[in-house]
């Protein structure tokens, strides 16, 4: 997959607020892996997983780039544009 530079990528990357998905957390509910909104450090998790709340908040706030938090993956995706960034 290419990655592609882009203008949603923020100077500064803000760390993750929690351990694991913040709303299923609150729900007791599981995830599939973790996702960063970089935009303001929610912890979502990802569209394999059933409630799919980073792409949630993505929808909710506009905050349209997330990282991988999962061990030994590093990337980014926008969901403004639908590709891989860096």
Not at 11 to 17: A, E, K, L, R
Not at 59 to 84: F, K
Request: with cysteine.
């Amino acid at each position: 997959m290419s990655v592609y530079p882009c203008s949603h990528v923020p100077n500064v990357i803000v760390p993750p607020s929690s351990a694991g998905c913040e709303e299923c957390l609150a729900l007791g509910d599981g995830w599939v892996h973790l996702r960063l909104c970089v935009h303001c450090g929610h912890v979502g998790c990802c569209d394999s997983s059933k409630n799919q709340h980073a792409t949630r908040h993505f929808h909710a706030t506009g905050h349209a780039v997330v990282a991988s938090l999962e061990p030994d993956e590093d990337w980014m995706w926008c969901y403004a544009h639908g590709s891989q960034v860096g």
